[in-house]
């Protein structure tokens, strides 16, 4: 709604401007008129009278056409784009709300326990957590230890049948931002934004794993792009190793935090 006040208020922003031109042509005309037979009397002879309006005429009529024809673009553009928007949206907030639906679906059975949503996720960060310390080959590099043991948890298609689709619904959010060709740069920004501050810190964290598996490598193109990793949560020890290990090398800085926050 924000962006369609916006758009009628730029719409109406021109009109003053066009007037200004308008009668910036039609003073134009008249001084020339002016310097030319300023000179002579006023006539009381109705064919001069018709000389002086197909002069007036002859010499406003293509640039009020030209005005015209400008205004008629500048509508048709407007309208296209506030249709657009409006489109634009309406996708965007119904995959909002496929979004936290998915979150919900998002369970898993450990033992006589069912984790469901935020707390599947965090049970999820914890056994990447455990494949790291314990099944990982400390002799391959960490960032690719980090990669074969998310890669090892998603091995569990009871959990990834679940999570896969939560995951596929956050990536196209972010590519149908990514995508819409009529948003400026700062409208996309502002819009990811939007979709960020819905994210928890654990969610955040779960995104990042993802975007280091083989499966989300995909999404990494839109963490970076749109800061995806602030604040994220993996609890404090295992931030904490994987930082000194240097195993979160895939992501840039962008990715942790950009500077409008």
């Known amino acids: 709604m924000s962006n369609i006040l916006f758009l009628k208020a730029k719409r109406f922003a021109v009109i003053p401007v066009v007037s200004l031109l ?25 064919e001069k009278w018709g000389q002086f309006g197909d002069y ?40 909002l709300r496929y979004h936290k639906e998915h979150l919900e679906n998002v369970k898993v059975k450990y033992g006589e326990n069912t984790y469901s949503g935020v707390d599947a996720l965090n049970w999820c960060i914890t056994e990447v957590k455990f494949n790291f310390r314990n099944l990982s080959d400390d002799e391959q590099p960490a960032p690719k230890r980090l990669t074969s043991s998310i890669d090892r948890f ?10 896969g689709h939560y995951f596929r619904n956050l990536y196209h959010i972010f590519k149908h931002i990514d995508e819409s060709y009529f948003l400026s740069k700062n409208e996309r920004v502002k819009y990811a ?3 960020r501050a819905q994210l ?17 490598g995909r999404s990494r193109v839109y963490i970076h792009k749109y800061s995806l990793l602030q604040e ?14 240097g ?3 895939l992501y840039s800085a962008e990715a942790y935090g950009d500077k409008g926050n």
Request: aromatic fraction near 12%; glycine fraction near 8%; proline fraction near 1%.
């Open 56 to 95: 007036i005429g002859g010499v406003l009529n293509p640039g009020l056409s030209f005005i015209s024809i400008i205004l008629v673009c500048y509508t048709l553009h407007v309208t296209s784009r506030q249709s657009s928007m409006q489109s634009f949206e309406s996708v965007l907030f119904e995959l």
């Open 193 to 195: 934004k939007l979709v």
């Open 154 to 163: 998603y091995d569990n298609d009871v959990f990834f049948s679940s999570a």
């Open 232 to 245: 994220y949560t993996l609890g404090s020890d295992f931030k904490s190793e994987l930082e000194a290990s």
């Open 200 to 216: 928890s810190s654990i969610e955040s964290g779960a995104i990042m794993l993802n975007g280091l598996s083989t499966i989300g």
């Open 247 to 249: 195993a979160l090398v």
């Open 22 to 46: 308008a009668l910036f042509l039609i003073g134009a005309a008249l001084i020339m008129y002016y310097n030319f037979f300023g000179d002579r009397q006023i006539s009381n002879s109705v």
